[in-house]
């Protein structure tokens, strides 16, 4: 399983970008992927994540700005994510979880000017 994402760039402050995880395979067997960040000298942390059942979860710190979805059809998950502020600004990931074993990709940076 290889899982590619995309979408990642510049914007100012207030600005959106929306990123893409395209996996080589059908991520319907996927139990659930979702997109993780990680700033410099920090720990990974969730940002949103979406089961099989179309259920999703967000940080806190990113409630009713970003948005989780999955197009089983295209083997792809987006992170629609409005209203990017400073602290968002970061290495986003995209995870995939699969019968125990978890699957990532490479990062895609996100930055956001002041």
């Known amino acids: 399983v290889q899982l590619q994402a995309s979408g990642g760039g510049t914007v100012p402050a207030g600005g959106s970008l929306r990123l893409s995880c395209a996996a080589s395979?059908?991520?319907?067997?996927?139990?659930?992927m979702g997109w993780y960040r990680q700033a410099p000298e920090k720990q990974r942390e969730m940002v949103a994540t979406v089961t099989s059942y179309d259920t999703a979860n967000y940080a806190d710190s990113v409630k009713g700005r970003f948005t989780i979805s999955r197009d089983n059809a295209k083997n792809t998950v987006y992170l629609q994510m409005n209203s990017l502020k400073p602290e968002d600004a970061t290495v986003y990931y995209c995870k995939a979880a699969r019968l125990g074993v978890d699957y990532w990709g490479k990062g895609t940076q996100v930055t956001v000017s002041s």
């Open positions: 395979g059908n991520i319907a067997g996927f139990h659930y």
